[in-house]
């Protein structure tokens, strides 16, 4: 049972225009939840979270927006630069405890110069 | 360097040859985690710990161990290992359970 779904599993923007990732979740105990973003042969890197008492938080380029109701979240990056190809992971926990981490299966994003 | 470093970065191995991956924060962080990366199945948490001596199961723990018995290392064991654990490996530690993850470079094991 995946409790963690992004079913976009590539994303094609052009260099300048917005690039839109999404993900889904089923456990309503989740409530922090975070993006990845990974080059190849490398580990993931942080990019942004959001606790559920937010429905958006910004940084930069990058923000995350949290649809409670409809168990989804969004990543927007703007403008996409090439140098943000990459394979983006969401992530979800919950602060009951249990600090358990469960990611999705990944979006690749190609940003085309 | 704030980092997370694992060892050995490839690895080769057998079926059920006793092999130990290492992991290790220079961050004095509390929380440290293991996961694998497989193809259309992205990162599976295996085991996580909150602190020195406190452990617990991730999602997909079956036929690996972990221990932590200093605060900035926190090894992966695969007893007996089998070609299903082929995969690749992540460290990972965050101050504190809530805390953005810090990944290491991952290791690339191959069980033939």
């Known amino acids: 049972d995946q409790q963690v779904k992004q079913n976009s599993p590539s994303l094609s923007v052009q260099e300048g225009r917005i690039s839109i990732l999404n993900c889904d979740y089923t456990n309503s105990m989740f409530d922090y939840f975070l993006w990845y973003k990974k080059y190849p042969a490398e580990g993931p890197t942080f990019l942004i979270s959001?606790?559920?008492?937010?429905d958006k938080n910004e940084d930069g380029r990058f923000t995350v927006f949290l649809n409670k109701s409809a168990k989804h979240l969004s990543l927007h990056i703007v403008p996409s630069q090439p140098g943000d190809s990459a394979v983006y992971f969401c992530?979800?926990?919950?602060?009951?405890?249990?600090?358990?981490?469960?990611f999705g299966t990944g979006t690749r994003l190609k940003v085309l110069a | 360097e704030a980092q997370v470093t694992q060892n050995p970065r490839y690895l080769i191995t057998v079926t059920g040859k006793k092999l130990t991956v290492t992991c290790s924060q220079n961050m004095n962080h509390e929380y440290m985690s293991w996961y694998r990366q497989d193809p259309g199945l992205g990162l599976r948490q295996i085991y996580y710990?909150?602190?020195?001596?406190?452990?617990d199961k991730g999602d997909v723990p079956e036929g690996y161990k972990v221990s932590r018995k200093e605060k900035r290392n926190f090894p992966l064991i695969l007893e007996s290992p089998s070609p299903n654990q082929t995969s690749l490996y992540f460290c990972a530690s965050s101050l504190r359970g809530l805390n953005e993850q810090f990944f290491g470079p991952g290791t690339r094991l191959t069980v033939l």
């Open positions: 710990s909150m602190n020195v001596e406190v452990t």
């Open positions: 959001i606790s559920s008492i937010k």
């Open positions: 992530a979800a926990t919950s602060y009951s405890g249990t600090y358990k981490y469960i």
